[in-house]
């Protein structure tokens, strides 16, 4: 069972995700979209999608993967002037900020 899917989702679901992480895809992804949080700190999902060209689907979803690994971080929520709803916005991880704190 691949991470990318629910448990409640199919096993074509499952498939698909086992293949994107299999072929390289996904961490493609996640590198195209860490830079574009990097170049463009501070946008909505769908602001970075615009301003990239990338599918606005692919970044929502791969944000939260950053997010997990400590490559980007969700800010405070604006106003986003494309959809005009209130969204998170996204920033990288400045470079010594993602390490893990001992408690």
Do not use: F
Not at 25 to 51: C, F, I, N
Not at 69 to 96: D, F, M, Y
Request: with cysteine; net charge positive.
């Amino acid at each position: 069972m691949s991470a990318l899917a629910r448990t409640t989702d199919s096993s074509g679901s499952h498939e698909a995700a086992a293949s994107i992480v299999r072929s390289g895809r996904h961490a493609a992804q996640k590198d195209r979209t860490e830079a574009a949080v990097k170049r463009y700190p501070g946008m909505t999902s769908m602001q970075l999608a615009h301003a990239t060209g990338m599918d606005r689907y692919m970044v929502a979803r791969r944000l939260p993967d950053l997010a997990k690994e400590g490559r980007a971080h969700r800010g405070a929520k604006a106003l986003c002037p494309i959809s005009n709803i209130t969204v998170c916005t996204w920033w990288p991880v400045a470079q010594g900020d993602n390490y893990t704190l001992a408690v």
